[in-house]
T-cell receptor, first 117, second 111 residues
């Protein structure tokens, strides 16, 4: 299994500012993803973080708002730019790896609880 | 786009009763995963189902994948207070690890 360290664990930010969230994995992984979970809601995929190339964004999410870096196979960052109260959410880093029987397993970081005031 | 529906949204049971949550996809899936999220926690991977008609068990939890690979269920026998949380299904149409999550079923258990 993969151990994911995500930070910060929580933050309170002023509207109009930006926050960068870091995700560190203890092993090299091919697939890294960023999700958002709004209060009481399910998880929505923001983008797939691709190593060495631009991230692949899902419908409704754009690079200018959520720039992502993936400099190597163990690390990624997500920036929430020009924040508004609507961005208040939990942001989760996830990686996909091969489990003991060859099936794909997904592992999540602890999440970053963001409050924009 | 792909949609994954999950019912019920909430389920309140007495300890010892059984619990089932159902997941339906608008498209045929390559695989489906199930997660549990405790209040204040992050999703924890429970299992992945890949084969049509597959049934897997983990102690009191039974997971099923439909024959058409478009629906799935999670059944908990004799619930315990430690089972409380939100259970999510997540479906993938490829094996690339990218999934679409259902809305989740939040289980509360009265002791």
């Amino acid at each position: 299994s993969a151990v994911i360290s995500q930070k910060p664990s929580r933050d309170i930010c002023q509207r109009g500012t930006s926050l960068t969230i870091q995700c560190q994995v203890d092993s090299q992984v091919t697939m890294m993803f960023w999700y958002r979970q709004q209060p009481g809601q399910s998880l929505t995929l923001i983008a797939t973080a691709n190593q060495g190339s631009e991230a692949t964004y899902e419908s409704g999410f754009v690079i200018d708002k959520f720039p992502i870096s993936r400099p190597n196979l163990t690390f990624s960052t997500l920036t929430v730019s020009n924040m508004s109260p609507e961005d208040s959410s939990i942001y989760l880093c996830s990686v996909a790896g091969t489990g003991g029987k060859g099936n794909t397993e997904a592992f999540f970081g602890q999440g970053t609880r963001l409050t924009v005031v | 786009g792909q949609q994954v529906m999950q019912i019920p949204q909430y389920q309140h049971v007495q300890e010892g009763e059984d619990f089932t949550t159902y997941c339906n996809s608008s498209t045929t899936l390559s695989n489906i995963q199930w997660y549990k999220q405790r209040p204040g926690g992050h999703p924890v991977f429970l299992i992945q189902l890949v084969k049509s008609g597959e049934v897997k068990k983990q102690k009191r939890l039974t997971f099923q994948f439909g024959e058409a690979k478009k629906n799935s269920s999670l059944h908990i026998t004799a619930t315990q207070t430690t089972d409380v949380g939100t259970y999510f299904c997540a479906g993938s149409i490829t094996n690339a690890g990218k999934s679409t999550f259902g809305d989740g079923t939040t289980l509360t258990v009265k002791p």
